[in-house]
């Protein structure tokens, strides 16, 4: 979906936009000093930052009031994406943040969207769009933790919970509105009066901004966009990746939006050490449980393990829990309760290994998160860089394995391409002590699977579950 507005989709606002200029790169030691808005088509890098890396909130135009909530989180100092991209927005700008994952991201559109919103509180004011349910609520607590101090209404819109709730909570038109492209899409298909309460919002947030670009998301955002105002709208995009649909949206907004861009070989969190391990396809398992019960003997405090499918995703889960590993799984195939669950008792360090499919990929901060192991190579190179973002969060070492076979070569190669950096090979695994253990996780896994497959089971539930999607 590169060229967007040919689609029907407009992104960016109509507003009238400076006149476009020769495109300019500024450093970030720039950016504060520029009065009257920024440069048009400017692209703000992020290199050259020794000199202001003590930038504080102040300096970046935030009144004093968010700087003390700031302040009393125990956040010092502004990252590179905030100090680049908070005077823009404060400014008015439309703007489009490409960062690494855990640089603060989220905190970069929050404070300025919560200073612009007292200065003119009404609701909605902000509608800001994210792929999945779990970054929805997290989104939404960074709201309100921020805001204290302010009476904040943010209300969260997805699947799962009762439709008429969410809508008559919208209909008492809340400051912030947090939701995901799909259940946002069902309320202003059956009923115009909610369409309605979005036609004055002043600011639109894509977050994850490649996922909601991709063709997947298509027709929800074409529903969206075509029920929210273009007049006087802020538009901010943010992404840890940058696609060629966010580079073609670049170029059409023409001198209205600022790129903001982290260097292209800084993408991938810098202190996560990045291994693989090459190994035959048919004992995957045996590696895995391996490395798990080697990591929480080591210490290790929390595991994510990534799987390209939800079958993968739960036979693994009950492959572990017949082994005696204390686990829970996260894909789309469970009820959202389940889903809230599962990611609390793993975020209190309740079980220490979570199973997740790509929907815990993207945003999820969860500071415990010691390793990430890629169960299954991701088929898109980008999901790569979002993996493993989920460990090595703010300044925080971590690591990332990545269980390679004959199959996945030509993946690992095309990772390597776009994040600029080799994996190393893990060389820590004795063979003989790894497979010392393949019957009693094979036994493990043929239970998994009969279970799964009984009448009941996970995988008659998913067949039920597809068939009255497709009806």
């Known amino acids: 979906m590169g060229a967007d507005d040919r689609k029907g989709i407009l992104i960016f606002s109509d507003r009238k936009g400076t006149t476009p200029r020769r495109e300019k790169i500024y450093e970030i030691s720039q950016v504060s000093e520029v009065d009257d808005g920024f440069p048009s088509n400017t692209v703000v890098s992020s290199e050259g930052t020794r000199a202001v890396e003590q930038t504080g909130f102040r300096e970046l135009g935030l009144n004093s009031w968010l700087c003390g909530n700031i302040a009393s989180m125990g956040i010092v100092t502004a990252t590179p994406v905030q100090r680049g991209c908070i005077p823009a927005i404060l400014a008015g700008r439309d703007v489009i943040g490409v960062a690494q994952t855990g640089t603060g991201k989220t905190a970069a559109f929050v404070l300025p969207i919560l200073q612009m919103l007292g200065r003119e509180p009404y609701g909605i004011f902000c509608l800001c769009i994210t792929p999945t349910r779990e970054l929805a609520s997290q989104i939404s607590e960074q709201f309100i933790a921020f805001s204290s101090g302010m009476t904040l209404r943010c209300d969260t819109v997805f699947g799962g919970e009762n439709i008429?709730?969410?809508?008559?909570?919208?209909?008492?038109?809340?400051?912030?509105?947090?939701?995901?492209?799909?259940?946002?899409?069902?309320?202003?298909?059956?009923?115009?009066?909610?369409?309605?309460?979005?036609?004055?919002?002043?600011?639109?947030?894509?977050?994850?901004?490649?996922?909601?670009?991709?063709?997947?998301?298509?027709?929800?955002?074409?529903?969206?966009?075509?029920?929210?105002?273009?007049?006087?709208?802020?538009?901010?995009?943010?992404?840890?990746?940058?696609?060629?649909?966010?580079?073609?949206?670049?170029?059409?907004?023409?001198?209205?939006?600022?790129?903001?861009?982290?260097?292209?070989?800084?993408?991938?969190?810098?202190?996560?050490?990045?291994?693989?391990?090459?190994?035959?396809?048919?004992?995957?398992?045996?590696?895995?449980?391996?490395?798990?019960?080697?990591?929480?003997?080591?210490?290790?405090?929390?595991?994510?393990?990534?799987?390209?499918?939800?079958?993968?995703?739960?036979?693994?889960?009950?492959?572990?829990?017949?082994?005696?590993?204390?686990?829970?799984?996260?894909?789309?195939?469970?009820?959202?309760?389940?889903?809230?669950?599962?990611?609390?008792?793993?975020?209190?360090?309740?079980?220490?290994?979570?199973?997740?499919?790509?929907?815990?990929?993207?945003?999820?901060?969860?500071?415990?998160?010691?390793?990430?192991?890629?169960?299954?190579?991701?088929?898109?190179?980008?999901?790569?860089?979002?993996?493993?973002?989920?460990?090595?969060?703010?300044?925080?070492?971590?690591?990332?394995?990545?269980?390679?076979?004959?199959?996945?070569?030509?993946?690992?190669?095309?990772?390597?391409?776009?994040?600029?950096?080799?994996?190393?090979?893990?060389?820590?695994?004795?063979?003989?002590?790894?497979?010392?253990?393949m019957a009693r996780v094979f036994a493990a896994r043929r239970a998994a699977n009969l279970n799964n497959g009984g009448a009941c089971g996970f995988d008659d539930i998913l067949r039920q579950r597809r068939a009255r999607y497709n009806k």
């Open 164 to 437: 008429r709730a969410q809508a008559k909570s919208l209909m008492l038109r809340p400051h912030i509105t947090v939701a995901t492209p799909g259940r946002l899409m069902d309320h202003f298909l059956h009923s115009s009066a909610v369409g309605k309460c979005f036609k004055n919002i002043r600011c639109l947030v894509l977050d994850e901004a490649d996922r909601l670009l991709d063709p997947g998301f298509e027709a929800e955002l074409q529903a969206i966009m075509h029920n929210l105002p273009t007049a006087n709208r802020q538009t901010m995009m943010f992404s840890a990746t940058i696609t060629k649909s966010i580079s073609a949206l670049q170029d059409l907004t023409l001198g209205k939006a600022l790129l903001f861009e982290a260097p292209q070989d800084n993408q991938v969190v810098s202190r996560c050490t990045e291994e693989y391990c090459f190994i035959p396809s048919k004992v995957k398992e045996v590696y895995l449980v391996h490395l798990l019960e080697k990591a929480h003997v080591e210490g290790v405090r929390s595991i994510i393990v990534f799987t390209g499918t939800i079958q993968k995703c739960q036979m693994l889960k009950e492959m572990l829990t017949v082994l005696g590993v204390n686990c829970v799984a996260l894909h789309a195939a469970k009820k959202q309760a389940h889903r809230l669950a599962s990611l609390s008792r793993f975020k209190s360090g309740e079980v220490q290994t979570m199973v997740a499919t790509d929907i815990a990929s993207r945003g999820l901060d969860i500071p415990t998160v010691d390793m990430v192991i890629n169960y299954d190579v991701p088929l898109i190179p980008r999901d790569y860089v979002h993996r493993i973002g989920r460990t090595a969060r703010a300044g925080r070492a971590g690591r990332a394995i990545t269980l390679v076979t004959q199959h996945d070569v030509s993946l690992v190669h095309q990772i390597e391409r776009i994040t600029c950096r080799k994996l190393v090979q893990l060389s820590e695994l004795s063979e003989e002590a790894t497979l010392k253990d």
